[in-house]
């Protein structure tokens, strides 16, 4: 493996084992490794790369703390759910950022050396390219959704929820359906390559 491998999967265990396991319930700690990740991709891949991942991020985070609070209020502890929310949406992110950094610093040169099996190799380049086509095609779908009419009598709150609703099934229809292509495409491509090497 490369050095930039050997780099990527060290710091891929150590999130693993810090604070995806060891430290997963202390705030602190994912809070300010929030911010860490945040600033570390802003700097890395620029901050208008950063601002459309936070974009595919934050409805994901929207709806895991409105599970959650909508759970409390049901228990009548709505604080404490807020915050067993607010502490998934931070590991979730912190993984979100971490993988789509570490996998966007990658070549393609480096994934295919990895000392793996073929189905996970080609399982990372999938998610690799996903991550890429998914932050390429966001403003598109964030035009088209402004385009859609909207109904007026909707408060701002309440129109902003539904857009980013609706921006998640559209991204999820996107990458389901590139998926299915591109993971076509390199079954193809694999056994010719397969083929040639006979």
């Known amino acids: 493996m490369s050095r930039r491998m050997w780099v990527v999967s060290g710091l891929l265990l150590t999130f693993l084992v810090f604070p995806c396991g060891l430290l997963a319930r202390n705030m602190t700690v994912q809070t300010l490794l929030f911010l860490l990740v945040l600033f570390g991709f802003g700097l890395l891949r620029g901050w208008r790369a950063l601002l459309a991942q936070f974009k595919l991020f934050m409805p994901l985070a929207v709806i895991i703390l409105v599970l959650n609070l909508l759970a409390g209020v049901v228990m009548h502890h709505p604080m404490q759910s807020l915050l067993h929310g607010t ?3 931070l590991l979730m992110g912190n993984g979100f950022f971490l993988v789509a950094l570490l996998l966007g610093s990658l070549r ?6 990895l000392p793996l099996g073929e189905t996970v190799r080609k399982s990372v380049l999938l ?13 598109e779908l964030e035009l088209a959704l402004e385009l859609y009419p909207q109904a007026e009598s909707e408060t701002r709150i309440r129109r902003r929820f539904r857009r980013g609703m609706q921006l998640i099934l559209a991204l999820l229809l996107f990458v389901l359906e590139e998926a299915q292509l591109v993971g076509e495409l390199m079954d193809n491509r ?3 390559c397969r083929k040639e090497s006979v």
């Open 190 to 192: 694999w056994q010719h």
């Open 127 to 139: 998610i690799r390219i996903l991550l890429a086509r998914a932050e390429g095609v966001l403003p």
């Open 108 to 113: 393609f040169s480096d994934i295919l050396s």
């Open 87 to 89: 502490g998934i949406a």
